[in-house]
């Protein structure tokens, strides 16, 4: 089972500042399968980046995501209100399929 | 525009059932891989099952293997989640969701979500 490990636990920022999220993988990650997802309270999940560094559908361009092998980051250019919430990475290359513990980012 | 419900979660006492449902609109749900996805309030989100779009290819995560079965309808256009031998660790929030195109993942569809609960 490959294992995710995101820091920091939780970021503290304000809007307007950048916000660095890092993942890292137990073992290298299959080909590109990569993925961040947003989670607001009460909410499903929101896939943001996948393919390593490609946003969804809707995701604004101050998304960005960036790694290879083992070692992945998600880049919030200049966060907005709404982007406080949790995120989370997760790898689906090969099975089981595993996410990350999560990074919070608080104001 | 794609739509996933889940229904069938509930209170239920430590190696009890119950059957999960995901009612899926809005695409064809026969070619995709369909997945579910649990998070215990206030923790993460583990990976659950994954069944391919025919039904014939299932995987699961090593925590529910032998106890859950993933399997759909296609006819009702539905994905189910039988589980067994529950646990007090199984209680979270399920969700079903739909890969973003014809691969197993990633999820870019995600139900509400359903609560299980499993409590003497």
């Known amino acids: 089972e490959i294992v995710l490990t995101q820091s920091p636990g939780t970021l503290s920022l304000s809007p307007g500042e950048r916000a660095t999220l890092s993942c890292r993988a137990s073992?290298?990650?299959?080909?590109?399968?990569l993925a961040w997802y947003q989670q607001k309270p009460g909410q499903a999940p929101r896939l943001l980046i996948y393919?390593?560094?490609r946003r969804a559908s809707g995701i604004p361009d101050r998304f960005s995501g960036s790694g290879s092998g083992t070692d992945f980051t998600l880049t919030i250019s200049g966060l907005e209100p709404e982007d406080f919430a949790i995120y989370y990475c997760?790898?689906?290359?090969?099975?089981?399929?595993?996410f990350g513990g999560g990074t919070k980012v608080e104001t | 525009e794609v739509q996933l419900v889940e229904s069938g979660g509930g209170l239920v006492q430590p190696g009890g059932s119950l059957r999960l449902s995901c009612a899926a609109s809005?695409?064809?749900?026969?070619?995709?891989?369909m997945h579910w996805v649990r998070q215990t309030p206030g923790k993460g989100l583990v990976w659950v099952a994954l069944?391919?779009?025919?039904?014939?290819?299932?995987y699961y995560a090593d925590s529910v293997k032998g106890r859950f079965t993933i399997s759909r309808d296609n006819t009702k256009d539905t994905l189910y989640l039988q589980m067994n031998s529950l646990r007090v660790e199984d209680t979270a929030v399920y969700y079903c969701?739909?890969?973003?195109?014809?691969?197993?993942?990633?999820?870019?569809?995600w139900g509400q979500g359903t609560l299980v609960t499993v409590s003497s």
């Open positions: 969701a739909r890969p973003v195109s014809g691969g197993w993942g990633p999820n870019h569809y």
């Open positions: 809005g695409f064809t749900f026969n070619t995709y891989w």
């Open positions: 069944i391919k779009g025919d039904g014939t290819t299932t």
């Open positions: 073992q290298g990650i299959s080909h590109t399968y």
């Open positions: 393919d390593i560094s």
């Open positions: 997760q790898q689906y290359g090969i099975s089981p399929l595993t």
